[in-house]
């Protein structure tokens, strides 16, 4: 018989999309919100109204780097910041800011959330809350 694992529905996305989303709103965010499988496809994303555009390729890629990864991309920031640099080299792997958050369910990573417009910290609060709305 062959593994099985969790993984993210449609239904899961938009919990998550909706509860960021309204996070996001409470807070006054003007942000971009990437929701992506563990392989690093897009499965949902929202620009909230007069978030610039670019915001919503930064929450992509901060989102398929922290699924592909199977961690935060804050670490990747970490480890650059204190002089890592060869990670900047690493294919497939592009937007290393904090921001993007791995979902983790019974110890796999079944995708990731990524955000980005607002300051880092913020952005990556903004993943988490979407996050917790299908972990509780």
């Known amino acids: 018989m062959l593994p099985t694992k969790p993984y993210l529905t449609q239904a899961h996305v938009q919990k998550i999309l909706d509860s960021a989303n309204q996070y996001a709103t409470e807070k006054g965010h003007i942000v971009a919100i990437a929701v992506c499988d563990d392989g690093g496809h897009l ?71 990524g955000v980005s417009g607002v300051k880092n910290m913020e952005d990556s609060n903004t993943a988490k809350a979407g996050i917790a709305s299908i972990l509780s």
Do not use: W
């Open 43 to 113: 499965l949902g994303l929202i620009r909230r109204d007069g978030c610039q555009p670019v915001s919503s390729y930064f929450a992509q890629e901060k989102a398929r780097t922290a699924a592909m990864g199977k961690r935060e991309t804050q670490v990747y920031e970490e480890m650059i910041n204190n002089g890592r640099h060869a990670f900047l080299s690493v294919p497939y792997l592009s937007m290393m800011l904090e921001g993007g958050v791995n979902i983790v369910v019974d110890g796999h990573t079944i995708g990731a959330v």
